[in-house]
């Protein structure tokens, strides 16, 4: 029996279907357990994916992790989960370590893959510059699964929701507030990501960057020294110090390719790199290479791409 | 505030990764340990700058060999007060908790911190692991800590944002960037982290949930097809027939 914890207050995440068809590969018996605001109708069709009952706790916001431990906790001692599975996400990173010391049950951070056959599973490892194999040797075990890993699949019908309440007791912590800017593709979730680093020489030029994402329907990221010097928010920041991407396609514009920064972003399926110096090491990581002049080639590409769209339908 | 600051050892960003024995271990020939920039740059940093306004205690803790002892000077030269290492090659992020939350019970700190991640493992495993075995309130990704009393103030990522959250101490709390600025530890601060106390304790016995079975590196990448810098729609087709990602 396989027990999900998905984050339901905004919604069904791609996240959150990624971690559902994970647990179906895994067990014909998934039961999701999640809190927050998602209705009944929106929730059973979980089932789609895999689930065969989702449980939801609507007194819990999601945002304590020692509450989301004991809730988990109870629920995977009433179902008798031996495996429970997390998106490793800002929730999953908060409460799955939690849910280990309590269910004495060893933690897959991270996992890129289903099992392999001996039972281990794949991690990225060195900031993506390796990956590892991790072996359990619990009789229960946790998996959190890094976004974009896998695709959702389809695998039944519409399941049965049921609400519950009781096991998660009180909050410690107190939210003051909440900012979140609006219209914004969250970057860890993001299938296409335009980048730009010291190439790009102001932060008054960004406006072409995020051109080209719009068009695109990219989420935007940026170099470490780009966020240092107050150019763009910190939570772009990518790399090994940064957030840990793997898009379907990152576009890199101004960006010299040093190691820490390929370390966040080496998962990536295509890369694809603008750089005036057709030196820069970031072209060895590359599929597609422009050597060019990002100030011509970003609205270039962005013109191109809205052609390209105006044929799809 | 009495702070505890639980620092790893991570291979310098610019180290070549290799393994050896079959895949089965880290090569660590020729790779130099730094201290992990997250605990370094963030928990440390924001512990010190705490410690400096309001007045306090700087204890920081590493589950390591006589070999990472490197990296607890840098720690105190940088002006933490005395440190801690529990002697133990550390296996798993569970093996690590469990030292650090078993020494920490009986102590009084009112904060623990770590980093978010380490950059070896990145598993952001071993703060939510001292808290829950301490049955202590956790505040993951913190990017900004302000102290007043025994009331916490925080910053913290969102999916898409930021959140502002209280908590009590005592607490326990992973760093992100934006919490504080890294320090370059002066001739002073590496003089005196000479002379400061250092406790070595033995471990507990733990028993491993987790190990590596193997490691491998990733497929090289085929060489870079070249797009002339005029002709975008070429790029555009290719990503769109060959690549298939848009
Ligand atoms: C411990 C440590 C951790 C680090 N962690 C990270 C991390 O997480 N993420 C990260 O990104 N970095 C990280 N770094 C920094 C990293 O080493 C590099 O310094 C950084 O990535 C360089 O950023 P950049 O490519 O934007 O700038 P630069 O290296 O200055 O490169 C700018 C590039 O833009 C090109 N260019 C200039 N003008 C144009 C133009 N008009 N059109 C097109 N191209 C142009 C140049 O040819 C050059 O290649 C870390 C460093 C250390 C020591």
Known sequence: MVLVYINSTTGLSKAALETVTYGKKLSGDVTVITNGAASNEQLAQLGEYGASRVLVDRSVNGEDPQQLARLIAGVADQVSASTVIFSHDIYGKAVAPRLSVRMKAGLVAGAIAIPEADGSVKVNVFSGKAAGFVKVASSKQIISLLPNSIQPEKAGNACEVAEISGLAGESAITILETKKPEGNIPLPEAELVVSAGRGLKGPENWGMVEDLAEALGAATACSRPVADIGWRPHHEHVGQTGVAIRPNLYIAAGISGAIQHLAGVNGSKVIVVINTDSEAPFFKAADYGVVGDAFEVIPRLTEAVKRFKATQH | ????????????????????????????????????????????????????????????????????????????????????????????????????????????FDIVMTGKETINYNGSQVGGMIAEAMDLPFVSLATKLDASGSKLTLEREIVGGVQVVEVQTPAVISCAKGMAEQRIPNMRGIMAARTKPLTVIPAETVEDLTSYASYSMPNAKSSVKMIDPSNMDELVALLHNEAKVI
Request: glycine share 6%; with cysteine.
């Open chain 2, 1 to 108: 505030m009495n702070i505890l600051v639980c620092i790893s050892k991570a291979p310098d960003t610019t180290s070549k990764i290799a393994f050896t024995n079959n895949s089965t271990q880290f090569d660590e020939n020729g790779v130099q340990y730094i201290v992990n920039p997250y605990d370094e740059w963030y928990a440390l940093v924001r512990a010190l700058e705490l410690k400096e306004s309001i007045g306090g205690n700087v204890t920081i803790i590493t589950v390591g060999t006589t070999a990472d002892e490197a990296i607890i000077r840098k720690a105190l030269a940088i002006g933490a007060d005395e440190a801690v290492r529990i002697d133990a090659d550390p296996k798993d992020a569970y093996f690590v908790a469990m030292q650090i939350s078993s020494y920490a019970k009986s102590k009084g």
